[in-house]
């Protein structure tokens, strides 16, 4: 079995997601300190569409839950968004549940 091995260099990067990659933000004042949890994740096109972020950033009104999509590799990192804009409609309840539950498993304990 032949092993092959992938080095990071500046002309071929590490991408998590080719295309279709998506964050999760939920921020929180725990204890009396603010923290800030984001995830990353690669998502199929139907869960963007369906939640109104294609290619943009959309939060819940009133919580401190938002969200990004976008469909090209490289889009969401620590320091890359797409455009913030979009409609959220009532599928963006999605990511309320996904985020509920990672209140419930991680912060809660």
Excluded: W
């Excluded at 080719?18 to 949890?37: E, F, M, R, W």
């Excluded at 998502?43 to 939060?59: F, I, K, R, T």
């Excluded at 963006?92 to 912060?107: D, H």
């Amino acid at each position: 079995m032949e092993k092959s091995t992938y080095r990071l260099t500046f002309s071929k990067p590490y991408v998590a997601c080719s295309g279709q990659c998506a964050k999760l933000t939920y921020a929180t004042n725990l204890t009396g300190v603010p923290h800030t949890l984001d995830l990353y994740t690669c998502d199929p096109a139907a869960v963007c569409s369906g939640l109104g972020l294609v290619n943009s950033c959309q939060s819940i009104d009133g919580t401190s839950v938002s969200g990004c999509c976008c469909s090209y590799d490289g889009c969401v990192t620590p320091s890359v968004n797409p455009t913030v804009g979009g409609a959220a409609g009532t599928a963006f309840t999605y990511l309320s549940v996904v985020i509920a539950a990672v209140y419930t498993l991680f912060i809660r304990q």
